[in-house]
């Protein structure tokens, strides 16, 4: 099932990477009606289990996106992913280094709930082109597309990659595939100690195709967290403008 967004706050994925459940609840009213998505990721989900899900779930109407990275063996992934099933989960993330089987099995575990959307990460957007060549050498232009590839022939609804990569998946894969694209940096803002490496502008990622933008430090300690999102939203709604 592929659902392209419509309205530009919708592409807004938050990382709510905030330590409890305290945090989070403050954050999510604190930024409900500015994102379409809050992403849980494994900080939060560590510590306060799958409940974290349903809190969200009450108190806004924007999706939930739970990245778990999921990277197994094809039935332990899958039985994770019908685990997930049974909560309020827009998309779940796998890693497509798990392979071909593994996302096949868990797409088709994905497909029996109709709410579930599976997203396979290519390549860390943290990885630069000198790390992935110390482990593999290879490029990560070709790695990235690749990884996509399978994915689109395991039945994911979309991919993870970064800004960078995101121009050459749409031409590859065209519209079959969503694309989510994390290692989000507005030009103001600078992130401290900044662990990412393949990183764009809102702008660059959208005029490239991205679907989503996924962008968590950026807003997360803005001293204005609410006008740091709506400043994204309106820079994601003149880049779409440009591109028609
Ligand atoms: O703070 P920042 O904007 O870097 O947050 C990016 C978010 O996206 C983090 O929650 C991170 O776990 C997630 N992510 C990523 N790279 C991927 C997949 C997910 O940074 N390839």
Same mark, same amino acid.
């Given at each position: 099932m592929t659902d392209h967004p419509t309205d530009s706050k919708d592409r807004l994925i938050f990382a *709510?990477? $905030?330590?409890d459940r305290e945090s989070a609840m403050r954050t999510v009213k604190l930024l409900d009606g500015t994102v379409g998505m809050f992403k849980v990721g494994l900080e939060l989900f560590v510590r306060e289990g799958p409940q974290i899900l349903q809190a969200i779930r009450d108190h806004t109407s924007s999706k939930i996106f739970l990245d778990l990275k999921l990277h197994d063996i094809p039935a332990t992934v899958a039985r994770a992913v019908r685990s997930a099933? /049974?909560?309020? $989960?827009h998309f779940l993330t796998v890693h497509a280094a798990g392979g071909l089987p593994m996302m096949q099995e868990a797409a088709q575990a994905a /497909?029996? /709930? #109709?709410?579930l959307n599976l997203l396979a $990460? =290519? $390549? *860390? =957007? #943290?990885?630069s082109e000198a790390d992935l060549a110390s482990e593999r050498g290879t490029g990560m232009g070709s790695l990235v597309l690749a990884r996509a590839e399978l994915a689109r022939q395991a039945g994911c609804t979309g991919i993870v990659c970064s800004g960078q990569e995101v121009a050459a998946v749409k031409q590859q894969c065209g519209d079959s595939i969503l694309t989510v694209v994390p290692g989000v940096r507005p030009a103001e803002g600078a992130v401290a100690?900044?662990?990412?490496?393949r990183t764009a502008t809102p702008a660059q990622a959208i005029t490239d195709g991205a679907d989503y933008l996924v962008v968590g430090r950026p807003i997360r300690d803005a001293k204005d967290p609410r006008g740091a999102a709506q400043k994204i939203v309106e820079e994601i709604e003149s880049a779409r403008r440009n591109i028609v």
């Open positions: *709510l990477d $905030v330590p099933c /049974a909560h309020p $989960v /497909a029996q /709930a #109709s709410e $990460v =290519t $390549v *860390l =957007t #943290s990885m100690e900044d662990d990412q490496r």
